[in-house]
């Protein structure tokens, strides 16, 4: 008997239902959620371990060499960033460097322009103006990916704001001070001690273009420790 055209169309569409629910049956679930990955573990250095942190100006003060001295042997890499803010007429603007720096021995160092350079031949310099400090931050990263983190505000001025003001200094930390002509100098909260010998629970230094020479007359906290009080480049303990 000949099939009329509906049947032959139910019979086709009943086929294709049962490919369908057959199709489904033979599928496996495939989970595409990707895994996160561990985030970096922060661990905090043991104090004689922590590297020693200068920061170094230059004699026209439009440079800072950053120095990391005594690195442990386990860091691979440094990760360092310095935040400053420039003025350019009567706006201020926020500037800053960084980069990643691979460790291949216990001491690093590294000149941060505060500025720009255009080197073809020869290079071409356009320095930022009205720069008076900001903040130097250091990722610390060791072979197994674990890292320590140091971040300090510091003071960048000029031996004639220092006796302008009569003093340079940190929140919770001044210097009464003057200071010969033509320097520039660097204050800043290190991370580590200068030798494994010095011991403070925090210690502060003040870095020179020249060499550092001045007047301190107080130093505040009053509980400061500072050897040389006719040089205000040191190292300043605090207990």
Avoid: W
């Avoid at 008997?1 to 139910?10: A, F, R, V």
């Avoid at 573990?41 to 004689?48: A, G, V």
């Avoid at 010095?198 to 001045?214: E, H, M, P, R, W």
């Avoid at 007047?215 to 509980?223: A, E, K, L």
């Amino acid at each position: 008997m000949k099939k009329t055209p509906i049947k032959t169309i139910l019979t086709l569409f009943l086929i294709f239902l049962c490919g369908i629910f057959l199709s489904a049956c033979g599928k496996k679930k495939t989970d595409t959620t990707a895994s996160p990955s561990p985030a970096p573990k922060l661990i905090e250095m043991e104090i004689d371990q922590k590297p020693y942190i200068s920061l170094i100006p230059r004699a026209d003060g439009h440079e800072l060499t950053l120095r990391i001295n005594h690195i442990p042997e386990n860091i691979t890499q440094i990760e360092y960033e310095l935040i400053y803010t420039a003025v350019d007429g009567t706006i201020e603007m926020e500037k800053g460097v960084g980069d990643t720096l691979k460790v291949e021995s216990t001491l690093i160092t590294k000149n941060l322009l505060l500025g720009t350079a255009s080197c073809t031949n020869t290079c071409k310099y356009k320095y930022d103006e009205g720069v008076t400090g900001g903040i130097l931050s250091l990722i610390f990263i060791n072979s197994t990916g674990q890292m320590s983190t140091y971040e300090t505000d510091f003071v960048l001025s000029s031996s004639t704001q220092i006796n302008q003001n009569k003093n340079i200094s940190l929140p919770k930390f001044a210097i009464n001070a003057t200071a010969n002509a033509g320097q520039y100098f660097v204050l800043l909260q290190n991370y580590g001690m200068p030798n494994s010998s010095t011991l403070a629970d925090k210690i502060y230094s003040v870095f020179a273009s020249g060499n550092g020479a001045g007047s301190i007359t107080s130093i505040s906290p009053d509980s400061t420790i500072k050897e040389n009080l006719k040089t205000l480049s040191g190292d300043y303990l605090l207990n």
